[in-house]
């Protein structure tokens, strides 16, 4: 079979679970980190070429310095983001795949001194150098993916943009970073939004929001009133469901149609910029000020959760004793949600550009059962896709069927597994089908 469920069955896409929501730190006002003694900054917080480093042992740097240079087009450079000295180039584990990757550690002096910004206005300015104040900023998609942003918004000539979907719809359990950032930056985030659709001529954007977030709704809404953007802006209340802020999901949902097996939203004429970033793009371009913090959820089993303004590279540890420790009967650490959050294996990993939340909790090791085949996985799935089949094939090893049954469509959201009463650890299976079908150099 190769043909959708969605189509056979006749369902309307998006499909989605309903995870207990647990927004622990929803009540709580953006608070600022104090600022480490130290910080370790890998080169690699991006999808593309890791960055190369600039500075060697002994430089002092102030905040807001580049340190190390975009490598390539699909690369962004990284700053500096306490004021001190380099104290050394390490290899530093990366909280995305746990391998050593190489990294600059820089110690503060503890004056927090920043390099001098150079402010613009950014309707004088041409789309070439917004662009560029983009890159040099380091600005990456904020909601996880860290896709460069100025590569975002250079589609190829032949794609037509006619619309941004502006994604806060935040959907994993316990994250409140974007509906804080929503409620109490909702400016900045509305003047990202007006540049991005000047460099990009659309007239047309949607701001999806979960309906169980009535505040942001309004304050956003409130905010596109009074403003002065370039066109047509509706604030859209989407169902609250998981993974409502997946893109294709996204896309589904507000336009009604659905991104190509293998393609983009921009092969259906969108863009979709997470609210963070476009707080970071007005900061890059009307302020030129680089990406050196964002705001982490510290939240789970931690004294007070809270949503904490952190430096990039300080380590997790501190913010999880800033919110009154973990509990005892916490073991595990988690960057992002519990449904696509990865694991940590030392508390002490530094926060990056693509890092939401902080998620202490008790590990949740289950017993996997045989597939009963009861097809709640199926039902479960925003993509239309057969998850058990994924798991049949990879336990028989017949990767080459994979692509019969749209294996390159999954976003790993883990709604299947987190249906399943098998307990199968669904995405495992999934992230190992498609590693096999890389390997031999199927897409
Ligand atoms: S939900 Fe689990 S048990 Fe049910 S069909 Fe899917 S993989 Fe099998
Ligand atoms: S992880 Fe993949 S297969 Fe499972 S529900 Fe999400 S998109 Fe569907």
Same mark, same amino acid.
């Given at each position: 079979?190769?043909?959708?469920v969605?189509?056979?069955l006749?369902?309307?896409?998006?499909?989605?679970v309903?995870?207990?929501?647990q927004?622990?730190?929803?009540?709580?006002?953006?608070?600022r980190a104090?600022?480490?003694?130290? @910080? &370790?900054? $890998?080169?690699?917080? /991006?999808?593309g070429?890791?960055?190369k480093a600039?500075?060697?042992?002994? *430089? +002092?740097?102030k905040?807001?310095?580049?340190?190390?240079?975009?490598?390539?087009?699909?690369?962004?450079?990284i700053?500096?983001?306490?004021?001190?000295?380099?104290?050394?180039?390490?290899? @530093? &584990?990366? $909280?995305?795949?746990? /391998?050593?990757?190489?990294?600059?550690?820089?110690?503060?002096?503890?004056? *927090? +001194?920043?390099?001098e910004?150079t402010?613009?206005d950014s309707?004088t300015l041409?789309?070439e150098?917004?662009?560029?104040?983009?890159k040099?900023?380091g600005?990456?998609?904020?909601?996880?993916?860290?896709? $460069?942003?100025h590569?975002?918004?250079?589609?190829?000539?032949?794609?037509?943009?006619?619309?941004?979907?502006?994604?806060?719809?935040?959907?994993?359990?316990?994250?409140?970073?974007?509906d804080?950032?929503?409620?109490e930056?909702?400016?900045r985030?509305l003047?990202?939004?007006?540049?991005?659709?000047?460099?990009?001529?659309?007239k047309r954007?949607?701001i999806?929001?979960?309906?169980n977030?009535?505040e942001?709704i309004?304050?956003?809404?409130?905010?596109?009133?009074?403003?002065?953007?370039?066109?047509?802006?509706?604030?859209?209340?989407?169902?609250?469901?998981y993974?409502?802020g997946?893109?294709?999901?996204?896309?589904?949902?507000?336009?009604?149609t659905?991104?190509?097996?293998?393609g983009?939203?921009?092969?259906?004429?969108?863009?979709?910029?997470?609210?963070?970033?476009?707080?970071?793009?007005?900061?890059a371009?009307?302020?030129?000020?680089?990406?050196?913090e964002?705001?982490v959820?510290?939240?789970?089993?931690?004294?007070?959760?809270k949503?904490?303004?952190?430096?990039?590279?300080?380590?997790?540890?501190?913010?999880?004793e800033?919110?009154?420790?973990?509990?005892?009967?916490?073991?595990?650490?988690i960057?992002?949600?519990?449904?696509?959050?990865?694991?940590?294996s030392?508390?002490?990993t530094p926060?990056?550009?693509?890092?939401?939340?902080?998620?202490?909790?008790?590990?949740?090791?289950?017993e996997e059962?045989s597939?009963i085949?009861?097809?709640r996985?199926i039902?479960?799935?925003?993509?239309?896709?057969?998850?058990l089949?994924?798991v049949?094939?990879?336990?028989?090893?017949?990767?080459e069927?994979?692509?019969?049954?749209?294996?390159?469509?999954?976003?790993?959201?883990?709604?299947?597994?987190?249906?399943?009463?098998?307990?199968?650890?669904?995405?495992?299976y999934?992230?190992?089908?498609k590693?096999?079908?890389r390997?031999a150099?199927?897409?």
């Amino acid at each position: 079979m190769n043909t959708r469920v969605v189509e056979l069955l006749g369902l309307k896409c998006p499909a989605g679970v309903h995870p207990p929501s647990q927004k622990l730190a929803a009540g709580h006002a953006i608070e600022r980190a104090p600022l480490p003694k130290s @910080v &370790a900054l $890998p080169l690699q917080q /991006h999808i593309g070429a890791p960055a190369k480093a600039i500075v060697k042992r002994g *430089d +002092e740097v102030k905040v807001g310095q580049k340190i190390a240079e975009a490598d390539g087009f699909v690369s962004v450079p990284i700053h500096a983001t306490l004021s001190g000295t380099v104290k050394h180039l390490a290899t @530093v &584990a990366s $909280p995305v795949t746990g /391998h050593p990757v190489s990294g600059v550690i820089i110690e503060s002096d503890g004056k *927090d +001194e920043w390099i001098e910004l150079t402010p613009a206005d950014s309707e004088t300015l041409s789309k070439e150098d917004i662009l560029t104040r983009v890159k040099d900023a380091g600005i990456v998609g904020m909601g996880g993916a860290t896709f $460069p942003t100025h590569v975002k918004l250079s589609p190829p000539p032949e794609k037509s943009i006619k619309s941004i979907i502006v994604n806060g719809a935040e959907c994993e359990p316990y994250i409140t970073a974007d509906d804080r950032l929503m409620l109490e930056e909702t400016d900045r985030i509305l003047r990202g939004l007006k540049t991005v659709m000047q460099v990009l001529s659309v007239k047309r954007a949607y701001i999806a929001i979960e309906e169980n977030k009535p505040e942001a709704i309004a304050r956003m809404r409130q905010g596109v009133a009074e403003g002065s953007l370039p066109g047509e802006v509706e604030v859209v209340a989407v169902p609250a469901k998981y993974p409502m802020g997946a893109e294709k999901t996204l896309v589904k949902s507000i336009l009604n149609t659905e991104v190509p097996e293998g393609g983009l939203p921009m092969d259906v004429g969108t863009l979709i910029q997470n609210v963070a970033t476009l707080a970071a793009v007005y900061d890059a371009v009307a302020l030129g000020k680089p990406l050196v913090e964002r705001v982490v959820t510290v939240t789970g089993l931690v004294g007070t959760p809270k949503n904490l303004l952190v430096r990039f590279g300080t380590a997790a540890s501190s913010l999880i004793e800033q919110c009154g420790g973990a509990d005892p009967s916490a073991d595990e650490v988690i960057f992002g949600g519990p449904m696509m959050g990865i694991a940590q294996s030392r508390d002490d990993t530094p926060i990056l550009k693509g890092t939401n939340c902080v998620l202490v909790k008790r590990s949740d090791i289950r017993e996997e059962y045989s597939c009963i085949r009861c097809g709640r996985c199926i039902e479960s799935c925003p993509m239309g896709l057969m998850p058990l089949q994924f798991v049949n094939l990879v336990k028989k090893e017949d990767y080459e069927s994979l692509a019969n049954y749209h294996i390159a469509d999954c976003v790993e959201c883990g709604a299947c597994a987190y249906d399943c009463p098998a307990n199968i650890p669904i995405v495992s299976y999934i992230k190992t089908g498609k590693a096999e079908l890389r390997k031999a150099g199927v897409r």
